[in-house]
């Protein structure tokens, strides 16, 4: 039995991740498609804006128990985890946070090179198609906008 405090942030985070993980490891509730149904609590709190909850969530990382139940299942949690990852270490505004996620991904990293490269690959395919349909979509309009102008200047009737 590991005894976890609940009475700061990351306590609660801590033992709420620890109870479901445990859980989920213990009866193996994890699904046919992979997904562990725990995404929910760390996808929300890992790319917060709040520093606070971040940080905190962060923070599991140095929890020896939760890295080794991580560690145990890298291959269906950092799948799930690598966009936030991404995000933070692109767009959080708190160097603390951005230290921390990188030294999340360094432990991901070093854990298994393979699985990080293949998520990293995945993650730079995704952002390259959605680049590609934002651009495919502002196309689109500017040709509606010059036919509906065209449209305009056709139908238009001068009067003197």
Same mark, same amino acid.
């Given at each position: 039995?590991?005894?976890?405090?609940?009475?700061?942030?990351?306590?609660?985070?801590?033992?709420?991740?620890?109870?479901?993980?445990?859980?989920?490891?213990?009866?193996?509730?994890?699904?046919?498609?992979?997904?562990?149904?725990?995404?929910?609590?760390?996808?929300?709190?890992?790319?917060?804006?709040?520093?606070?909850?971040?940080?905190?969530?962060?923070?599991?990382?140095?929890?020896?128990?939760?890295?080794?139940?991580?560690?145990?299942?890298?291959?269906?949690?950092?799948?799930?985890?690598? !966009?936030? $990852? *991404? /995000?933070?270490? #692109?767009?959080?505004?708190?160097?603390?946070?951005?230290? +921390? %996620?990188?030294?999340?991904?360094?432990?991901?990293?070093?854990?298994?090179?393979?699985?990080?490269?293949?998520?990293?690959? !995945?993650? $730079? *395919? /995704?952002?390259? #198609?959605?680049?590609?349909?934002?651009?495919?979509?502002? +196309? %689109?309009?500017?040709?509606?906008?010059?036919?509906?102008?065209?449209?305009?200047?056709?139908?238009?009737?001068?009067?003197?």
């Amino acid at each position: 039995m590991v005894f976890l405090p609940t009475n700061t942030v990351q306590g609660y985070v801590v033992c709420n991740l620890h109870h479901h993980l445990t859980l989920e490891l213990a009866i193996g509730t994890v699904s046919n498609t992979g997904m562990v149904s725990t995404r929910g609590i760390v996808l929300d709190v890992l790319a917060s804006i709040s520093i606070l909850v971040a940080e905190r969530t962060l923070y599991l990382w140095n929890n020896e128990h939760i890295v080794n139940l991580i560690a145990q299942n890298r291959d269906v949690i950092l799948p799930l985890i690598f !966009k936030a $990852l *991404e /995000k933070n270490m #692109r767009d959080h505004w708190n160097p603390a946070v951005h230290g +921390l %996620t990188a030294n999340v991904r360094k432990m991901f990293l070093e854990m298994d090179a393979e699985l990080f490269e293949d998520c990293q690959r !995945k993650y $730079l *395919e /995704k952002e390259a #198609r959605a680049r590609e349909l934002e651009e495919q979509r502002e +196309l %689109t309009w500017k040709k509606l906008e010059a036919v509906a102008a065209q449209a305009v200047r056709d139908n238009m009737v001068l009067v003197n």
